[in-house]
């Protein structure tokens, strides 16, 4: 019980994340004073977003070198010198990549006892109100309209495609490999996948979105969404919800072409959002989420590594893509 | 009466617009059909758009070499087939460069005789509609916000600055030259104004707008465009009315940088909009618009040029920069 074990980020990558960023040490035990908690991590979210936070200040600060890697997680409760948090407890937190954190009260999130709890970090997680939020108050879908999310086998996009369905809009996901554009149509029910991996993005597009785009749901900026963007039909919504193809390496010196000249004329709403903005409706939210997945029509998708040492590879990997799902890393 | 001057476009510009993409010649006197009218040209609109046209289609059909040049005028029925035209009413309408045009009833719109009627192609026409439905509609700006807007000496946005002064925002402007930006303040009431063709951009805009940017409203698309994104205050707006920038030369081969990086970490909205989808809330624009310039609030900036010959070159000094307010052709 005394070693916390913590992986550092020990250099900022300046292009692509590989091992040798990290470094795994045995810490202190960390100690709760009063107002805090003491928390033990059960499993870590790993998220795109992890590579961004180290490229700079985002909407929240940098992750910077000789620092404990920065990450939410489901943790449990040890000790609590803060009132309103009792042994046993789960909460969310940034705790960082880490066996205990020690934390103020005021940034914790109680959230629920469930089973399994590894849906706190998935459908009722993070990745679950960003689909939700993201499509249904951002893209603002109507029924029979087309919907195209790309990154459709991650955690967000394989979410966002299953709420179109429900919504009664066309989906179309854009992921990489055959393998996963199969498992799209045939497990999540998309209508049409477009692998970006084999060839020409924009007429597999075009093949696949006859009518055009109604909403583009993108998690990965750069030539996809110019390819989106040029497909968009007039008064459609493209949701900015993250961009992977820029987190992984240097920033972009350009972005993508018809910007703003397709914006004008096609008259599109490009919004970004942070989940975090949402909050304040979380409940509503997941009591709809919780639903839908009680009526089998919202399939849960969980892609769980286990062990804490494991956490910079399963980045490096899920950067890749190579998950389908919510990526997360059991700790204990 | 026998002669209609006309203005061909006739080879469409690869790079930059210039005299020798059009030509002058004496048509036919044009004759009115069942259900036409016969209109005889008062003043022609020139717009940085016109030359977008020149490009291929956008929320209108392309306008192609050999063909009479495409443009909006204030116009005077001389001779009615349709019913609700009499002869001296006047209509806005697309009539092209010439004297004279017979158009089809349904694509006329009947305007009030004012004084001054080049009124009607500025601060009652598509340019101050332009600026009242992009800027309150789509900008929503807030009083004691940030309000830049591009292209600010120019129709759209001189009227921008105005009516954001109005429901008391600070207000920046983006324009060439000193001259312009020193009008801008002093004529205007422009809190601050930014020369972008003395150096760096980025750097005057930071220094006039201390607290970052809360509504840009452009009208240029590029290098500003770029330059404001990344200033943007969080939950901001851009209200993307033209790309004066990428107008004349060929089009460009990539966006502007941040897109969509910044627009997810800053939720901003990023909007397109085409005046017409407005029309049917024009009435209480007007109105508002006019109770303001009678007030002596709001300040109507017109560059009229005499001469339908001159309009070739009239619509290339509009694209450099030439015009203060809104520049139109007298024809008669």
């Known amino acids: 019980m005394a070693v916390n074990r913590q992986i550092l980020l020990v250099e900022t ?3 692509k994340l590989a091992p040798e960023h990290f470094k795994l040490q045995n810490g202190e035990m960390p100690k709760a004073k009063d107002g805090e908690v003491l928390l033990r991590n059960r499993y870590i979210s ?11 200040a985002t909407y929240r600060e940098a992750v910077g070198a000789g620092s404990v890697m920065a990450g939410g997680a489901v943790a449990e409760v040890v000790e609590s010198k803060a009132p309103g948090f009792e042994p046993g407890d789960l909460v969310f937190a940034d705790t960082g990549w880490q066996d205990y954190a020690a934390l103020p009260a005021k940034r914790l999130l109680k959230v629920p006892k469930i089973e399994p709890m590894t849906n706190l970090l998935s459908i009722y997680g993070i990745a679950g109100l960003t689909a939700y939020f993201g499509l249904l108050h951002v893209g603002q879908p109507k029924e029979g309209e087309t919907v ?4 459709a086998a991650g955690s967000v996009g394989s979410i966002v495609g299953q709420i179109a369905k429900i919504k009664g809009c066309r989906i179309v996901g854009i992921a990489g490999g055959k393998g996963k554009c199969d498992w799209l149509k045939s497990e999540l029910g998309f209508n049409e996948a ?29 030539e996809i969404f110019e390819a989106c963007l040029a497909q968009m039909r007039n008064r459609g919504r493209i949701v900015c919800c993250g961009a992977i193809s820029a987190y992984d390496g240097p920033a972009p010196t350009s972005g993508p072409r018809g910007v703003p000249g397709l914006i004008v004329v096609k008259r599109l709403r490009v919004e970004g959002f942070i989940v975090m903005d949402f909050y304040d409706q979380s409940m509503k939210a997941i009591a709809e989420l919780m639903a ?5 029509k919202l399939k849960v998708q969980e892609d769980v590594i286990d062990g804490l040492e494991n956490a910079p590879k399963a980045l490096i990997g899920l950067l890749a893509g190579e998950n389908r799902g919510k990526r997360m890393v059991k700790v204990v």
């Open 46 to 56: 790993l998220d795109a977003a992890n590579r961004a936070w180290m490229q700079g």
């Open 148 to 151: 195209v999310v790309s990154a």
């Open 292 to 296: 839908w997945v009680n009526a089998g």
């Open 13 to 15: 990558p300046k292009g």
């Open 194 to 222: 477009v692998d970006y991996k084999s060839g020409a993005v924009f007429k597999s597009l075009k093949a696949a979105c006859p009518q055009g785009i109604d909403v583009y749901f993108d998690n990965v900026g750069g």
